[in-house]
């Protein structure tokens, strides 16, 4: 696809700016001729938090058990009313870790009525809490589609990235939703995995990754799933931290910007969709969230919106915006 050059009329960011080796993204998509701005906006993606059971080293919102930013019931109404009324295709309900939102049930029900696909993202560890076995019941009755994050096949990758025992539990979770029917043919109830690399580098391959975790999980401990998908992680947050502590901060962005794909453009995530907080404010996408930079530059809440973001509203860039496009691109 291709897009009209333009200037940039987005400015770069509020974020820090790149270091000396990385060119604005901006600048980038100018010179490709491209520019970044709205498709038709078919999925609403819905932030319940920052509460989380795990303090993951990569988490660009810096989630964690001690968080207390959640979303309340009188928001979740407010959401789920603009999905609706917004005619939205898909809801992509993430966090930390959404399964300890309290009225995480009232919301994922209201959603299921609204739009027809649901879609909730799950550390595989906060679903299998003895207090919250039903939600996976509850996804199971309302064919929730489950997006769970597994960086690794072995221990020592996911333990080092996710915490000490994350491994064990997330196998016994897919083992436990396997038995649910999610992964298995002609059920309907669709197990998605999601990895991302443990360190300062891309992600490998998807198609040969996902082969390598078909094989594995099943020969090791009998788990299937459907889809697998890999993404770069991305420079903010607590992932920011620990490359600019390691001394990593310039080389990942140097290859970010040297792996930049123009032909992911065309499929970024942030032209689909939009992005709503626990306080119900929208963004272009869940990395602008984390940075607090609104939609179109203008503070919005869900209830006061009659429908989604019309197409050529521009996208806001951030030097961040590169993990989204490097190599086979973020979407
Ligand atoms: S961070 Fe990625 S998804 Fe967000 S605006 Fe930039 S390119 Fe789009």
């Not at 399964?99 to 994922?108: A, G, K, Q, R, Y």
């Not at 009755?141 to 997330?170: E, F, N, W, Y």
């Not at 919005?300 to 973001?309: D, F, I, N, Q, Y």
């Amino acid at each position: 696809m291709t897009l009209e050059p333009r200037d940039c009329l987005m400015q770069e960011a509020r974020s820090a700016l790149c270091p000396s080796t990385c060119v604005g993204f901006a600048q980038t998509l100018a010179r490709h001729g491209l520019r970044l701005e709205r498709e038709q906006t078919h999925t609403l993606q819905i932030n319940t938090g920052l509460l989380c059971n795990q303090a993951c080293r990569h988490c660009h919102l810096e989630a964690g058990p001690k968080r207390t930013e959640i979303m309340d019931r009188e928001t979740m109404d407010q959401v789920a009313d603009y999905a609706e009324r917004g005619g939205f295709q898909s809801a992509d309900v993430t966090g930390g870790a959404p399964e300890m939102v309290p009225e995480i049930d009232h919301l994922l029900t209201r959603l299921a009525e609204a739009v027809p696909r649901v879609m909730l993202r799950s550390n595989l560890t906060a679903i299998r809490d003895s207090a919250r076995e039903h939600l996976g019941l509850l996804c199971r009755d309302l064919k929730i589609v489950l997006v769970c994050s597994l960086p690794a096949t072995h221990a020592s990758q996911t333990d080092a990235q996710r915490g000490g025992g994350v491994m064990d539990a997330s196998v016994r979770t897919l083992q436990w939703l396997n038995t649910l029917g999610y992964g298995q043919s002609g059920t309907g109830l669709e197990l998605n995995l999601v990895s991302n690399p443990a360190g300062a580098f891309m992600p490998p391959d998807q198609g040969r990754t996902e082969e390598r975790f078909r094989r594995d999980l099943q020969r090791k401990w009998g788990i299937v799933f459907n889809n697998l998908y890999t993404f770069a992680n991305v420079p903010l947050g607590r992932f920011r931290t620990w490359l600019e502590a390691s001394g990593n901060y310039e080389q990942y962005m140097t290859r970010l910007t040297e792996t930049f794909n123009p032909e992911a453009v065309a499929g970024l995530m942030c032209r689909s969709l939009v992005s709503v907080d626990w306080k119900g404010d929208l963004h272009d996408c869940d990395f602008h969230l984390a940075k607090a930079i609104p939609l179109d530059g203008t503070r919005r809440h869900v209830a006061t919106m009659s429908g989604p973001p019309l197409p050529g509203t521009p996208i806001a860039t951030a030097e961040y915006c590169y993990a989204c496009t490097a190599g086979a691109g973020f979407t």
